[in-house]
């Protein structure tokens, strides 16, 4: 806990090259499942520092967009012989199968809400791009759906710094904790209706 709350003396540029790299992590495929990307952008925001709101939205977008765009990039090279490994394996057909599925019937509008859909948001890009959807079109639409979901945790850390100043204990940690609260009251109808829309289910 000690070494997390240190996270505010950090100089703000090297806040936010970390931040961009977690959410690089976040958006590879198997490894996003372990990095905590919605606590990064918490942590960010919790330092409170004037300028770091725009820059932990900039972060966060070109962190999510370097690795999506090496994934759909592994997706067009390599999807049917990386589907039939042991990474593909991990995954599961039934993911992998799943996530065409959404693409076929979503196609765009599907990878702008990809960042709400855990697991899949690591998935999408690796299935658009075997699918052959169009790079430019795959970028727009994850740009902005990169943006939206960094812009509802900057407004929930804002909102969660807010009321840290009112709680015991250290700042930056209480707005991690009651940020994360309000995140998964504010994601879970969400979620659930998209995966209405999607047919997908919760993944395990």
């Known amino acids: 806990m000690d070494e997390l709350a240190r996270i505010g003396d950090l100089p703000t540029t090297l806040l936010m090259a970390a931040l961009g790299l977690v959410m690089l992590a976040d958006a590879v495929p198997l490894l996003g499942v372990l990095v905590p990307g919605d606590v990064a952008i918490l942590a960010a925001v919790g330092v409170g520092r004037p300028a770091t709101g725009a820059a932990t939205v900039a972060s966060v977008v070109a962190g999510c967009l370097a690795g999506w765009s090496l994934s759909f990039l592994a997706g067009r090279v390599y999807g049917e012989r990386l589907r039939r490994s042991r990474v593909g394996g991990w995954i599961g057909e039934d993911r992998w199968t799943a ?77 991690m904790a009651v940020g994360l609260v309000l995140a998964f009251l504010a994601l879970l109808g969400t979620r659930r209706r998209l995966r209405t829309v999607t047919g997908v289910g919760q993944p395990g």
């Open 99 to 175: 996530a065409e599925r959404i693409l076929r019937s979503g196609g765009g509008r599907m990878v702008l809400v990809a960042p709400f859909l855990p697991v899949f948001n690591a998935l999408l890009p690796l299935a658009a791009g075997g699918l052959r959807m169009s790079y430019r079109r795959f970028v727009g639409c994850a740009a902005l759906g990169a943006a939206a979901w960094a812009g509802l945790y900057l407004a929930l850390g804002t909102a969660s710094r807010a009321l840290a100043g009112l709680l015991p204990g250290n700042p930056l940690l209480v707005t």
